[in-house]
């Protein structure tokens, strides 16, 4: 049945889902790339699309911005929907001059200073992982397809703002490891975890801490379109 965020049915969601953050972004994908498409919810504007691509059925449905947001989204459809597999499809911001602008990133683990895990379930740890096999598949799409990725440790960050005082990235790249930021794949590797299911990240540059370069809207857009068509490519092997 329908949860308070999410108007869709069972059985209206696919086992399958590719999650963007931005709503207009899902729409985008599924008005391009899916058939027979149909808008499944729309509760606060954060848009689901269930149709096909090359005759399997997925969805694509926003997470919106922030570890809470993907955090409730993801868990609904894995505890709720009984979605099997989520690939996040999002931007990040460059820890380090060897990542470049427009550079498609696979993320192999995460690392995060965030609560979110600890509150919704007690685990303690501050690393967490994508499912193995999910990851391969999309490692071996990326070289069918000739789209060069880099498979990189993220960090998954509560804040998008920092205070100059706070906002020391080379101490978490440095000590951690961690190439580039977003701010959602913690809390969906965490749920993925604690319900058995998969999850991965795949994740475009957008702009860099480093060269302080950033890309427009129009170029994230069609720059994306890599990025989704790999994710795409990747649930239908």
């Not at 099997?84 to 460059?94: L, Q, T, V, Y």
């Not at 100059?164 to 080379?170: L, M």
């Not at 977003?182 to 604690?194: G, K, Q």
């Not at 998969?198 to 540059?205: E, S």
Request: charged share 25%.
């Amino acid at each position: 049945m329908p949860t308070p965020h999410n108007e869709a049915k069972k059985g209206e969601i696919a086992k399958t889902v590719l999650m963007p953050g931005d709503p207009l972004r899902a729409k985008f994908i599924a008005n391009k790339w899916l058939q027979n498409f149909k808008l499944v919810n729309q509760v606060r504007n954060m848009y689901a699309y269930t149709g096909t691509y090359k005759g399997k059925e997925l969805t694509v449905m926003a997470s919106g911005m922030g570890m809470p947001s993907m955090g409730i989204y993801s868990y609904e459809l894995y505890k709720e929907y009984d979605v099997d597999k989520i690939i996040r499809i999002g931007s990040a911001g460059s820890y380090t001059d060897s990542l470049k602008l427009f550079d498609i990133v696979l993320t192999e683990k995460v690392w995060s200073g965030s609560a979110y895990a600890k509150t919704q379930s007690g685990f303690e740890g501050n690393f967490l992982f994508p499912e193995k096999k999910l990851n391969d598949t999309i490692k071996k799409m990326s070289e069918v397809l000739e789209i060069p990725i880099v498979r990189s440790c993220v960090h998954s960050s509560d804040a998008f703002y920092h205070e100059p005082e706070a906002d020391d990235y080379t101490k978490i790249r440095d000590i951690y490891g961690c190439q580039c930021v977003e701010m959602e794949s913690f809390a969906l590797f965490h749920n993925a975890r604690v319900s058995g299911k998969q999850a991965a990240c795949i994740l475009t540059i957008s702009d860099s801490l480093v060269t302080k370069e950033q890309t427009t809207a129009k170029e994230r857009q069609l720059s994306f379109e890599k990025m989704i068509m790999l994710a795409l490519e990747s649930v239908v092997r």
